[in-house]
C-alpha cells in the first residue's frame, strides 16, 4: 500500500512593486477623467454655450448697368454681421471668407485680412462694397439678365463661411465652422434689398 502524499501549500508570488504602482497611477487617471467630465458637464450646463453666427443684415444694390453687347457692370453692397451670442465666452473669428456670384460667374470675394474677436452677447458688422469689372455674359446668361429685368428682381448666391472658436473656463477652446448658402434678391429698378433670411444659424 502507497504512502498518502502530502499536500505542500507554495504562496502565490509576490505581485511586484511596479504592478502596485501602476495600478494605483490608473486608478488616480480613471478618477481625474470622471471629475473633470462631471465639471465641463455642470460647466455646459450652467454656461450653455451657443455657436456663434454670421449672417447678413443689410445689402443695396447700388449699380446693375447692362448693355447690348452683354457686358454687365455692378456695384453691390453687403453688410456682414458676426454674432456671438454667449453671455459667458468671447468668441474668436477666423478665416472669415464669402464668394458672390452672378448666374453661375464669381465677381466677389468678401473677407478680412486678419482674425477678430467677438465680445460677450455681442456683435460686429463688416460693410463691404464691390464694384464688379466688366462681366461679359454669354447668350444664355444675356436671356436670364433680360428675364431678371423684366421682373425687377436679381438674384445673388453668396458661399462660404467663417471659422469660430469661444473659449470659457474649465470648458477650454470649442471651435466651430460657420457656414453661408443663400440668395441675395435686390429690386434693379431701385437696387432695394429683398430682405430673406441669409444666416449660418441652423434652422
Known amino acids: 500500500m502507497a504512502p498518502p502524499q502530502r499536500l505542500i501549500y507554495r504562496p502565490p508570488p509576490r505581485t511586484h512593486f511596479l504592478w ?3 495600478a494605483i497611477l490608473c486608478s488616480l487617471l480613471s478618477i481625474a477623467v470622471i471629475i ?11 454656461i450653455h ?3 456663434p453666427v454670421i449672417s447678413v443684415v443689410d445689402a443695396h444694390l447700388l449699380h446693375f448697368n447692362y448693355d447690348g453687347a452683354g457686358v454687365l457692370v455692378t456695384q453691390i453692397n453687403i ?5 456671438n451670442d454667449n453671455m459667458k465666452a468671447h468668441a474668436g473669428f477666423s478665416n ?5 456670384f452672378f448666374d453661375g460667374i464669381r465677381i466677389a470675394v468678401l473677407s478680412t485680412a486678419a482674425p477678430y474677436e467677438v465680445k460677450k452677447n455681442s456683435s460686429v458688422d463688416f460693410n463691404y462694397d ?3 469689372d466688366p462681366i461679359p ?17 436679381v438674384r445673388f448666391d453668396l458661399k462660404g463661411g467663417v471659422r469660430a472658436r469661444w473659449r470659457v473656463g474649465v470648458l477650454g477652446s470649442v471651435g466651430f465652422l460657420c457656414s453661408l448658402n443663400c440668395q441675395l434678391h435686390f429690386h434693379p429698378a431701385n437696387g432695394t434689398y429683398i430682405s430673406r433670411r441669409c444666416s449660418s444659424r441652423a434652422k
Open 96 to 100: 472669415f471668407n464669402l464668394e458672390l
Open 49 to 51: 454655450p451657443r455657436v
Open 130 to 132: 464691390y464694384t464688379s
Open 79 to 83: 453688410v456682414v454681421r458676426s454674432q
Open 137 to 153: 455674359l454669354s447668350p444664355e446668361q444675356m436671356e436670364d439678365v433680360d428675364a431678371f429685368l423684366k421682373e425687377d428682381e
Open 36 to 46: 473633470a467630465g462631471i465639471v465641463i458637464f455642470v460647466g455646459y450646463l450652467v
Open 20 to 22: 502596485w504602482c501602476a
